[in-house]
């Protein structure tokens, strides 16, 4: 990289010794070196933020930065893997020294919580872009796969669903009301990276609701080449999104709004009482395909399935 | 990812089975999985390529796809590291499948020719961004690092430098002869990956060349501080380049244009015997700190030291 890129992601990033023993050698040359442990598994994901795509023009660049790492590490956590390393790809219109301080405090204070080393990055000009890959470390054979729920599992949920997807409606002047809660959930995620360790050895298949509960459970089930039941009425649902449904009557809201981070993970019956007392059963897998959804024991037609760019 | 995402990637990059076993789950989970070698680091480097700052808006999208690629498996060459796998970040204008199909064919070809694995992606709407992130294997303590060079070493260059430079040149209507070498290097650079493996326990410090010679070599002489002379009349250079300087007088363009991709790389004086014949000396580290240019034996002042965004 060019010395003014470089210059950069040393100014604001990489100030820290590296956290994690595996990282031999961060940034500074061609590559990062990685040490490898013995018996695990390297999990490898990638995602990419752009402006007026994932991020409205006018974002805090604190929760910006926060978002970015989020949304990455939760994919590790969907597979079970401990994160110990990303790269950072920023495009950005112009150097705004105020802005990158705010992102890259924002993107390192979660770095930090989590004990994740940033070991590489490269900086262009260009439209606001942001890109991340984020490495984890899950002992081998028991990283949990979008491809392991069986018929008979039960589905289960980390937490509440459509906080983030209301929160998105209050940014888009689409509901009066300011929701702080839905509010923190859209802009500040946090990863479930401590649930996704917990799950190994309990949890078979698992995801993370980035696009919607039926879209990414739709995932889980095209995978394991299986159906499932869900039940409106068992999903965990905040004070703020209930009122939101009893002022609307959009109880669908839940169901297909995405980024939530919450990890949905199918579960055999006789492993439950393992699982974390805040986790919440919503449905069960069927040999049957398709996804059938109860409420007040009616079954359900949805519109959309979640979000798509190019749609 | 999304389905559209997801679909976009897997029809035109993941048609394949995995060409390395150690990829043990290649596209399609919210990760990939890496069966980890004993005895080897990871090493790990990420570019992005922006339209309007490392490609024109009429670049030929097959070569484009070439580029992107090559310029990262040549990070990983520069440090004697094996390519095995890549995560591609899309950011796209809008879905236009003839440029796409050109795009991963050019991508692809590349990637098979180094059995190299595609094992992630990200696909967003927005203006043309591209990043990768690439991975490979060195063996424990092999890796080819900037901070390695001693005085004494003497610096080669695996092939001439300017090329790239003088397509640019070509491109931008600057030069008016369309030297088709010059734009086969700026188009089509070739990673020098075999020649980063045997350089592998023989040379010391290694970079690639795609900021410029100086630049590039600066960075060396910074991460081992250390200084160096370097003789511009030992710089191998194209029969094309040489009628350039010869039209023009611009002796200096080899030395700050990027974009070559080739090795420069410090070798003891009694290792120079097991180089590959194609390697050329151009010059020596030595203790005293800076960069001596020498021409027909004068010292001389350089103007610039390489492409930097922002300046």
Chains 1, 2 share one sequence.
Not at 260 to 281: A, G, I, N, T
Request: aromatic fraction near 6%.
């Amino acid at each position: 990289m060019a010395k003014a890129e470089f210059d950069l992601i040393r100014r604001y990033f990489a100030c820290h010794q590296p956290l994690n023993s595996e990282v031999a050698l961060g940034i500074g040359d061609d590559c990062a070196l990685i040490n490898l442990p013995a018996n695990q598994q390297l999990a490898i994901t990638t995602d990419t933020m752009v402006e007026g795509v994932h991020f409205l023009p006018d974002v805090d660049p604190a929760a910006l930065g926060h978002k970015l790492l989020a949304v990455n590490l939760s994919d590790l956590a969907a597979m079970g893997a401990k994160p110990f390393a990303v790269t950072l790809a920023l495009s950005l219109p112009k150097i705004d020294h105020s802005w990158l301080e705010a992102f890259s405090l924002g993107f390192m204070q979660l770095a930090q919580s989590h004990a994740v080393d940033l070991v590489g990055g490269d900086t262009t000009s260009g439209s606001l872009s942001l890109t991340v890959q984020a490495l984890g470390f899950v002992p081998s054979s028991q990283a949990l796969l979008r491809s392991a729920a069986q018929p008979g599992d039960l589905i289960y949920l980390s937490g509440p669903v459509g906080d983030a997807g209301l929160g998105l409606k209050i940014r888009l002047n689409q509901y009066p009301f300011q929701e702080s809660r839905a509010l923190l959930a859209l802009e500040r995620p946090q990863p479930q990276v401590a649930l996704g360790l917990a799950l190994r050895g309990i949890a078979r298949a698992c995801i993370d609701i980035s696009d919607g509960l039926l879209a990414d459970l739709g995932h889980i089930l095209e995978r394991s080449e299986v159906g499932a039941r869900l039940d409106w009425d068992a999903i965990p649902l905040s004070a703020e999104v209930i009122r939101y449904i009893e002022a609307t009557g959009d109880w669908q809201m839940p169901l297909v709004a995405g980024d939530d981070y919450q990890l949905c993970f199918s579960v055999s019956p006789d492993q439950q009482h393992l699982l974390p007392e805040r986790c919440v059963k919503i449905g069960q897998i069927e040999a049957d395909r398709g996804l059938r959804v109860f409420k007040s024991g009616q079954i359900q037609t949805i519109q959309g399935t979640g979000y798509e760019h190019f749609a």
